[in-house]
Structure formats: structure tokens, C-alpha cells
């Protein structure tokens, strides 16, 4: 085992970590720019987290062992996909782990624990959400998989780290039919399983359109604050595997420690121009109606079908 592989699998881990609520932060001062207004800063989704951080614990009345753990499962989950996933070193100590399999299910285990959460409130609103999260899921990692799966033909592989190595050793098959398709699938689950726009608006409470917000309703404090850095950490990582696989320039592919730090500052400056991108592109976009969502995710599943079987062809398998 490299140490500078593992201290790269450390470093890309404490990155996601302590720059997600940054992330959030810069993503809300361009939309608020965009929008015409001066914004609370970039380092307000930090403060809000210690505002939480200190208050008072409060658990709902009725509720169990799910609506408890699944603040701190939702954190660990995404901080193990954080690990796993080649975002600064295709060589560490878990690279050979890093397998397209595991970190769906891993992503899809934080999903689940948090529908649990809302079912366990009893409210309504937790119902409601839970019962809409789940069916934007069952669409959602089904083209996750497909969309990665079509970049793996061409490397043979599904390690996530076999993939991104071949990708930055051969861009040129970014540029094919195969990678295009993939990439506007793979774009499209972003947006749908981190509840932003046009799938989910992360900003309202509106009761008839909430997603996300309704299984977390019943959150306060310490619990809430768990629950926020998760889904920040959750975009930071799923926006880095877009950049990862997509524009793998500037990955480390050895032990070099200086390669290494170099790639933690691209992926930063990488995930931070997707999250001022995608805040942009909000300004613009409008909720779809929330029988409109299985639609466009059935049209990303068809993308990413497509992606496959266009790869499967140019590689004459």
C-alpha cells in the first residue's frame, strides 16, 4: 500500500467533507448575483451547520430506530462513496473496491435510510415524500448504471478507477457518441437524486411540490445539521464522479505526491465551475410538474440504453 495513495484517499475524503457546505454556498451567491440580489455569503451554509450543531437535540414523538440513525447513515454512506471514488488518485488503498456496483447501492442505501425516516414520522408529509422519493429512485439507479456501465465496455472493467485511468490515458473516447450519451444521462441523475432543479427545488416548503424537504421536516438541530451536510456532501461527490469520468485531466494515476496535490486543486476548481454552472442554469429552468419527473427520467434511461449500445458497437463486441 502507497502512502501517498493513502493519504490521497484521505485527502479527496476530508475535501468533500469540509468544502461540500463551500460548494453550497457558492451555488447560492451565483444564483442570488443572477438573480439580482447581494446573497449571505459563501460561508453561510458553515454557520448554519454550527447554528444546528448547538441547539437542543429534539426527537419526534413515536419514532424509532430509523428516524435516528439515519442522519448519521446518510453522512457515512456518502463519506465512504466519497473514498471510493477516484476524485484526485486512481491509485489508493481501495481503488481495487471501488466498483460501479458498490457505490450505487451504497448511494442507494442513504436513500433508502432517509425514505425509512419519513415513513417512520407517521406525518403525512413524511409519507408523501418518502413515497415520491422512492419512485424517483427506482428511476435513478437504474440509469446510473447504464450510463457508467457504457463507459466501462471500452475499459473492460466496472472499478471506477479502471475506468477514469483508461478515460485520461484515452480522452478521445469522451468524445464518441457513446460519451456524449452517457454524460447527458449521468447529468441527469444528478440533478434528480440530489433534489434540484427541474426534478426537486431545494429551497421550498411548498407542500404539494417538496421531495427532499418533506422527509426531513421533523429534523432539528444537531440531526438537521447531519442531515444538510449529507446532501451537500452527496453533490460534491456526485459532481466530482461527473467530472471524474467525464474530464479526468489532471487525475493522478501514480504515487507522485505532487501529482496528487495538483489533482485536488482541479477537482476543487472542477466541482466548484459544475456547482456555478448548475446554479446558473436554475435561474432559468423551472420546476417540472411531479408527474412530468418519471418522464424526463425515463428519457435520461433511454440515453444511457442508448449509450451502451452504442459502445458495444464501435467496440465490436
Known amino acids: 500500500m502507497s502512502a501517498v495513495g493513502a493519504a490521497a484517499m484521505v485527502a479527496q475524503t476530508a475535501v468533500v467533507a469540509g468544502g461540500a457546505p463551500w460548494l453550497a454556498g457558492l451555488m447560492r451567491q451565483v444564483r442570488a448575483r443572477l438573480e439580482g440580489r447581494a446573497g449571505p455569503g459563501l460561508g453561510q451554509p458553515w454557520r448554519d451547520l454550527r447554528k444546528l450543531l448547538r441547539k437542543r437535540p429534539v426527537t419526534a ?16 454512506t456518502t463519506a465512504v462513496v466519497a473514498t471510493l471514488v477516484p476524485l484526485a488518485s486512481t491509485d489508493t488503498p481501495v481503488s481495487d473496491s471501488a466498483d460501479l456496483i458498490v457505490v450505487v447501492a451504497l448511494l442507494a442505501l442513504g436513500t433508502v435510510s432517509l425514505a425509512l425516516a419519513g415513513l417512520d414520522t407517521g406525518t403525512a408529509f413524511g409519507g408523501m415524500g418518502a413515497s415520491r422519493e422512492m419512485t424517483v ?24 478507477a479502471a475506468i477514469v485511468a483508461g478515460a485520461a490515458h484515452d480522452p478521445a473516447r469522451l468524445a464518441t457518441p457513446t460519451g456524449l450519451l452517457a454524460a447527458f444521462a449521468l447529468a441527469v441523475v444528478v440533478l434528480a437524486e440530489t433534489g434540484r432543479l427541474p426534478v426537486d427545488n431545494p429551497s421550498t416548503h411548498l407542500e404539494l411540490t417538496m421531495i427532499h424537504e418533506a422527509m426531513v ?26 467530472a471524474s469520468l467525464f474530464t479526468p485531466w489532471g487525475i493522478a494515476t501514480g504515487a507522485g505526491a505532487a501529482a496528487v496535490l495538483l489533482a485536488l486543486l482541479l477537482f476543487a476548481v472542477k466541482v466548484a465551475l459544475l456547482g456555478a454552472l448548475l446554479a446558473a442554469a436554475e435561474v432559468f429552468w423551472a420546476k417540472v410538474r411531479l408527474f412530468r419527473v418519471p418522464e424526463l427520467l425515463a428519457g435520461s434511461f433511454l440515453l444511457a440504453l442508448l449509450a451502451v449500445a452504442s459502445s458495444y458497437f464501435l467496440t465490436g463486441e
Open 217 to 242: 421536516l421533523e429534523y432539528a438541530g444537531p440531526d438537521l445539521a447531519l442531515v444538510e451536510l449529507g446532501a451537500q456532501m452527496r453533490l460534491t461527490v456526485l459532481l466530482g464522479l461527473l
Open 61 to 76: 414523538t413515536g419514532t424509532g430506530w430509523a428516524f435516528r440513525t439515519a442522519p448519521l447513515l446518510l453522512v457515512a
Open 137 to 160: 429512485a427506482a428511476l435513478v439507479e437504474p440509469t446510473l448504471l447504464m450510463a457508467v456501465f457504457a463507459l466501462s465496455i471500452p475499459a473492460g472493467s466496472t472499478n471506477l
